[in-house]
């Protein structure tokens, strides 16, 4: 395995303006992404208050059941003490989810490595779980390639109700068949019977999509000491109760500045990335396993489709006394996070980097900071087969990954194009039209009314030509297969569906070519967090 660093445009505006310090963007944020941030964070983090010992607790009965490494170990006792967090999430996707979440990680871990070094204090790497994202429609899947098409293999039905991943069942049989099916079309390997064993026996511990995807992710990165916490964990609602009071006790003002800031960067030219309303309460209220959003009308908090509302102090009464029936949403999950744990910096990609955008003010409403954003590593990974391929029709791996790969592909398509063939259908049909003119104009003169039927006719001529034109196209694009499947698998490895590969494969693909030792060996690499484009020769 090798890592090798490349430029490829960022075609995210907002991202690109980011990682290069443009004014526009900076002014939306405390910290520019820049190493003096980090020292300057630290020391403002030190009027942070963190209820350490009752989190550390938290953390640890939630992380129990799925094996604590001595290091995991190692950074629970630091975050007791002194210690600041690198943090990053994702939802619970099925197989991790798209090789992101795997990227997001190994970011969250090298970053904190990097500024453990730098700072010369405890920097702990926390992953936030999702686990309250109720759109299973979102995790429920994952994706191979071939012959230029994707193929999307879905666990079960869709999901009918709003339940939160955390919340959802698994059943152990359709989960084993949906794998199953998946590993089916990667092909079978010296590591494919292994790595099934070892994601049945994690499966068969599992209960939930969440379960499944952090016993998934603990696996992969146990030996980093990486701390997990899921965002619905029953007893980390208990810890936030009074982060639950402040955020309703603000919610008309963080709804208000949330509004501003985000009309001020559609006005930038950034989009809209919340959809951000004054009405908002930007909390969910958890009914039955399910999740409805409230809204603010007449000093109450409602909610139409699950029949309830709330004065302000039955909501302070609530997050008192049941906070688990509370649940935030994109603009109140930043504040929460941010109010647990003592927070050095927050990993994200780039559709989180928008809505953290509108949040500067609204930090600020609850007295405090937007940490340090770090956009998370970007990784392509490139096997053995493709770097053979690519050799052979000597196409570099950024032009690979910027979408050359199609254009060559049609160069060629068009260079062994039958040309001569299309002529002669050409001309034919030119014949055959001034020929059905003749019939027409004899039909004409001899008061035979069978225009419609001679039209008909010539179109049922056409079309077979069109028909036999096709056909030769097919047979010679038949005939050139071998090459141009080179182009396809190229194209379906590096740029799956038009686009980059971390947001449609999951890691077991090139687990299963490479083995079970993939993340730690990527691990191992010497990444810099420089914005660059991470690729990595298995």
């Known amino acids: ?3 090798e660093q490349i430029e490829i445009p960022v075609t995210n505006h907002l991202l690109d303006d980011y990682r290069h310090g443009k004014s526009s963007i900076l002014s939306f944020f405390h910290y520019p992404n820049e190493e003096k941030s980090f020292s300057k964070r630290l020391e403002d983090l030190q009027k942070h208050p963190i209820r350490r010992e009752q989190l550390v607790m938290v953390i640890r009965k939630f992380m129990e059941p799925l094996e604590i490494s001595e290091k995991a ?14 943090i990053g999430g994702q939802q619970s996707g099925l197989l991790t989810g798209p090789l992101y979440s795997v990227h997001k990680a190994i970011s969250v871990i090298l970053l904190a490595q990097q500024q453990r070094g730098k700072l010369g ?14 759109d299973i429609d979102e995790i429920n899947h994952t994706f191979t390639a071939a012959n230029g098409r994707l193929e999307k293999h879905i666990y079960g039905e869709r999901s009918k109700r709003k339940t939160m991943a955390s919340t959802t069942m698994l059943d152990v049989e359709t989960t084993r068949k949906f794998i199953h099916e998946t590993f089916m079309q990667y092909g079978e390997t010296a590591y494919t019977g292994d790595l099934l064993a070892k994601i049945d026996a994690i499966l068969l511990k599992s209960s939930t999509y969440t379960d499944f995807f952090v016993r998934l992710m603990n696996w992969l990165f146990k030996e980093e000491g990486l701390l997990f916490i899921d965002a619905a964990y029953s007893s980390l609602r208990e810890y936030e109760s009074p982060y639950f009071e402040k955020i309703i006790q603000n919610a008309e003002e963080i709804a208000d500045v949330v509004t501003i800031r985000e009309a001020d960067l559609t006005e930038l030219g950034y989009g809209t990335p919340i959809g951000a309303t004054k009405e ?39 997050a008192k006394e049941n906070p688990t029936c509370l649940s935030n949403n994109v603009v109140t999950r930043p504040l929460m996070q941010d109010m647990v744990f003592p927070v050095l910096a927050f990993v994200g990609g780039p559709g989180e980097l928008a809505y953290w955008s509108t949040l500067k003010d609204a930090f600020e409403t609850l007295g405090m900071k937007v940490p340090v954003f770090v956009p998370r590593m970007n990784m392509t990974i490139v096997d053995r087969q493709v770097q053979s391929l690519l050799e052979e029709v000597q196409i570099t791996v950024p032009d690979a990954i910027t979408g050359k790969t199609g254009t060559r592909r049609m160069s060629f398509e068009d260079k062994v194009y039958d040309e001569k063939s299309k002529q002669m259908i050409v001309k034919t049909k030119q014949l055959l039209r001034t020929q059905y003119d ?9 008061n035979i009314n069978l225009e419609k039927l001679v039209d ?5 001529h056409e079309s077979q030509l069109d028909f036999l034109m096709r056909k030769i196209e097919n047979e010679v694009l038949l005939q050139n297969d071998v090459q141009l499947r080179k182009y396809r698998t190229i194209e379906d490895r590096l740029l799956p ?7 449609t494969f999951n890691p077991f693909q090139f687990m299963n070519e490479y083995g079970e030792e993939l993340v ?4 191992s690499l010497q990444f810099k967090l420089n914005g660059q484009h991470n690729v990595i020769y298995l």
């Open 1 to 3: 395995m090798k890592l």
């Open 73 to 86: 170990e190692k950074h629970l006792q630091e975050l007791e003490e002194n210690a600041v967090v690198v």
């Open 121 to 134: 204090i405890p920097v702990v790497p926390v992953f936030w779980i999702a686990g309250e994202d109720h």
């Open 280 to 318: 908002a309460a930007n909390l969910f209220y958890v009914k039955d396993g399910e999740r409805f959003l409230l809204e603010r009308h007449g000093g109450k908090f409602i909610n139409h489709m699950a029949n309830v509302q709330f004065t302000t102090s039955e909501m302070l009464e609530l």
């Open 438 to 446: 003749v019939i027409q104009e004899h039909l004409r003169n001899t």
């Open 456 to 460: 008909k006719n010539l179109s049922i």
């Open 497 to 503: 569906g038009g686009g980059l590969q971390e947001r």
């Open 520 to 523: 730690k060996d990527m691990l």
